[in-house]
């Protein structure tokens, strides 16, 4: 059987619905090719025990750009997000400390530790910002390609003189932020080891690395450039779980015409003359596009859909070196009752806060040697989230769901072997601080980095769909010479978070991919005399 369409997407994922969206919109005919049974990628909510559902993967928002939530009218489809009352509540040997709720209410937490931290949270705060409200700006940009010629250089001053136009001290930070360790650049503004932790967290989110590797700062940043309702920086959860994000998705993609295919596996790209011709599906069928886009990550597109002899031999060569893989182990849990924290007795509003377990850097380093050592951390890293305490569609009466999102255990570990014990392992380790917590799990879902794989696509269970280091940044992501979201291949794109700006549910590669396909589409046009 075969078919003939404008442009198929790999992957049913956020980014691969909004390139569809975008294309779609144009007039092109559009069909998304989805290899599990549900639309959404990693961006999905299931029912993983009778009466309980969660996002399964992806499980908070803030990343997603406000163009794509306005073009694609989600808002107007009925999607919802609850704000978090504060963003993160972490319980430790000394207490505890919340983060979140303004600025003035931070300062009064940090005070407890810190005066000193106390006054350089608005400076800290504001540097941030200076520097995210430019990352904002490039999120929507296609970066300039290397060896793109004119077109490239005159991208690349465009974009270069927003980082110009800050002043000095804010040139400074971006120069930080992007080669410094989380550590050191923390250690520029703070004192208090808790005070530290709550922000350097952020640095090895999907990340397998130490917040002592050099570079990790920017994953901190890449953090905080979101927003929720309006408000910068902020998160929440949205009402129905990640999977009611890639429904209405999925329904405005629909009423434009695309056609969204499940359970049709991609097995290659079909490749004819140096161009694209089509897609091959495990099933044996073919169907035929002059564009196909990509929504997997670069590692699973070159290494296993795309013919080696296809592709220009130092490309190859270079995307074997692409750098993909985290420590993240996810879980999902069924609860018959909050957890009851030592420090902080009762329910209360830090239920509705990420709840982070890592209590100090030097915690969150000795979490990465031990991965490097043994292959799961003696004391993981976690990060709980409760939605079902602001959106109790996800549980029945009573009862709770808790997503754990836990950093750091080995990528090309054996984990069909091991993955229940490194849930025992969370589970205890979240237990030291609500004694309550072990008994009241009624049932768990299992993710460990080969399960995100395999599930997902997700190659070493990397959330970013590869490393957010300065090598594999901006113009260089993938790789150098194919930053602008094309491939090697005519008609070959890359419309996924292996692209910039990278990870997180931001919707940013897909509406950028789409804008390139549809300026080379627009080119062919005028050349052709159409």
């Known amino acids: 059987m075969r078919g003939r369409y404008d442009a198929l997407i790999i992957g049913g994922g956020h980014n691969g619905l909004v390139c569809a969206f975008y294309l779609a919109r144009s007039g092109m005919k559009v069909r998304v090719l989805e290899r599990r049974h549900v639309v959404g990628g990693a961006a999905v909510t299931e029912e993983f025990h009778p009466g309980f559902r969660n996002s399964t993967a992806s499980y908070t928002v803030s990343l997603l750009r406000p163009k794509v939530i306005a073009d694609m009218r989600l808002v107007e489809r009925g999607w919802r997000v609850a704000e978090r009352p504060i963003s993160n509540f972490l319980p430790h040997d000394g207490g505890y400390l919340k983060l979140g709720g303004g600025t003035a209410r931070t300062q009064a937490e940090f005070a407890r530790f810190s005066t000193r931290d106390a006054e350089a949270l608005p400076h800290y705060e504001a540097a941030l910002e200076r520097v995210a409200e430019v990352l904002r700006d490039l999120a929507l940009t296609t970066p300039p390609n290397a060896g793109g010629g004119i077109r490239a250089l005159l991208a690349a001053a465009a974009q270069g003189r927003r980082l110009a136009k800050l002043p000095i001290d804010a040139q400074r930070d971006v120069m930080d932020l992007f080669v410094k360790s989380a550590r050191d650049f923390l250690n520029g503004w703070f004192e208090n080891d808790y005070v530290k932790a709550a922000f350097g967290f952020d640095a090895v989110v999907g990340n397998y690395a130490s917040p002592d590797t050099p570079g990790s700062a920017y994953v901190l940043l890449h953090h905080v450039f979101g927003e929720v309702n309006g408000k910068k920086g902020a998160w929440g959860h949205s009402i129905g779980g990640m999977g009611t994000i890639t429904q209405l998705m999925a329904d405005a993609c629909r009423e434009l015409g695309v056609e969204i295919s499940l359970e049709a596996p991609v097995a290659r790209v079909l490749v004819d003359g140096g161009k694209v011709s089509g897609v091959r599906l495990e099933s044996g069928e073919e169907i035929m596009a002059p564009v196909v886009a990509a929504n997997v990550g670069p590692a699973l597109l070159y290494r296993q859909l795309v013919e080696r002899s296809d592709m220009p031999a130092d490309f190859a060569r270079r995307m074997d070196g ?37 209590p100090t850097l030097d915690y969150m380093d000795r979490a990465y040697t031990s991965a490097r050592a043994n292959s799961m951390s003696d004391e993981p890293i976690v990060e709980m989230t409760i939605p079902s305490t602001v959106d109790d569609s996800l549980a029945p009466p009573g009862g709770h769901v808790a997503a754990l999102f836990c950093q750091q255990f080995a990528p090309g570990f054996d984990w069909d072997t091991h993955r229940e014990a490194a849930a025992d392992r969370i589970i205890e380790t979240v237990t030291k601080h609500a004694p309550n917590f072990k008994a009241s799990v009624i049932a768990r879902q299992i993710h460990s980095p080969l399960d995100l794989e395999r599930k997902f696509g997700l190659i070493g269970g990397d959330i970013m769909h590869g490393h957010m280091s300065l090598d594999q940044l901006w113009a260089a992501r993938p790789v150098l010479g194919h930053g602008d979201y094309r491939g090697p291949i005519k008609g070959l794109y890359m419309c996924g978070s292996g692209t910039h700006p990278g990870g997180g549910v931001t919707g940013a590669p897909g509406h950028n991919a789409a804008r390139e396909i549809l300026r080379d589409r627009s080119l062919l046009d005028r050349m052709l005399g159409r």
Request: charged residues 20%.
């Open 322 to 358: 692409f750098k993909a893989g985290s420590g993240t182990f996810r879980m999902n849990v069924a609860l018959s009752e909050l957890p009851d924290f030592t420090v902080l007795p009762g329910e209360g509003e830090h239920h509705k806060a990420g709840i982070m377990i890592c």
